[in-house]
């Protein structure tokens, strides 16, 4: 029995994340990210899913599609180890890159109340907004651009979404090697 536990835990470490937390629902809990309205223009891009979500620490909700400029778009959840593991290096990037790419992350299938709570823990300080539901992942599925499993990446640019990486997760120089290639911007 032990064994096939083992076998179970190792599989889902190798496919990402995709076992969906035993609760989904919004509560309260610590803050950690500023506000998301910054992130957004007034024009609809074409590539990005038309998903509309509310701003992590409550308050205005965003259309996605109106992501503003070069952005790095990352799908996490607290319950999910390799999204644990990567979030320094968004945090990172969001530092190096101000005023030249977005970082903007979204909180997936997860509690406020833990995602606070880790953004607190890892000093995270750039935007994110809260998909309770996963409607985002939901509808990457739905356009065939990712699985459901976490993390998930997206390097938006001019409206478009240039790349999707999801696979094991990112380390700040891969991070910054994607962003040069796909965003065109020198991380």
Same mark, same amino acid.
């Given at each position: 029995?032990r064994?096939?536990l083992? #076998?179970l835990?190792?599989?889902?470490l190798?496919a990402g =994340? %995709?076992?969906?937390p035993? @609760?989904?629902?919004?509560? &309260?809990? *610590?803050?950690?990210f500023?506000?998301?309205?910054a992130?957004?223009? &007034?024009?609809? +891009? ?11 620490? $409550?308050?205005? %909700? #965003?259309?996605?599609?109106q992501i503003?400029?070069? /952005?790095v778009v990352?799908?996490w959840a607290s319950? =999910?180890a390799p999204c644990r593991k990567?979030?320094p290096?968004f945090?990172a990037l969001?530092?190096? @890159?101000t005023?030249q790419?977005?970082v903007? $992350?979204?909180?997936?299938k !997860?509690?406020? %109340?833990? /995602?606070g709570?880790l953004?607190? !823990?890892? +000093?995270? %300080?750039f *935007?994110?907004v809260?998909?309770a &539901?996963g409607?985002?992942?939901t509808?990457l599925?739905?356009q065939?651009?990712?699985t459901?499993a976490?993390?998930? @990446?997206l390097?938006?640019k001019?409206g478009?979404v240039a790349y999707v990486?999801q696979g ?5 120089a891969?991070?910054?090697k994607?962003? @040069?290639?796909?965003l +065109?911007v020198?991380a």
């Amino acid at each position: 029995m032990r064994r096939a536990l083992a #076998i179970l835990a190792a599989g889902l470490l190798l496919a990402g =994340c %995709s076992a969906t937390p035993t @609760t989904t629902v919004a509560d &309260d809990g *610590p803050d950690p990210f500023p506000d998301c309205g910054a992130v957004v223009a &007034d024009a609809v +891009g074409a590539g990005v899913p038309d998903v509309t979500v509310p701003c992590f620490h $409550g308050g205005e %909700s #965003i259309r996605l599609a109106q992501i503003k400029g070069a /952005a790095v778009v990352n799908l996490w959840a607290s319950w =999910c180890a390799p999204c644990r593991k990567e979030l320094p290096a968004f945090q990172a990037l969001a530092k190096k @890159t101000t005023g030249q790419v977005t970082v903007l $992350g979204v909180v997936t299938k !997860d509690t406020r %109340s833990a /995602a606070g709570s880790l953004g607190e !823990d890892l +000093g995270l %300080s750039f *935007p994110a907004v809260f998909d309770a &539901d996963g409607r985002l992942s939901t509808e990457l599925v739905k356009q065939r651009l990712a699985t459901a499993a976490l993390p998930v @990446t997206l390097f938006v640019k001019d409206g478009r979404v240039a790349y999707v990486y999801q696979g094991t997760a990112l380390d700040a120089a891969t991070l910054d090697k994607l962003v @040069t290639e796909h965003l +065109g911007v020198a991380a």
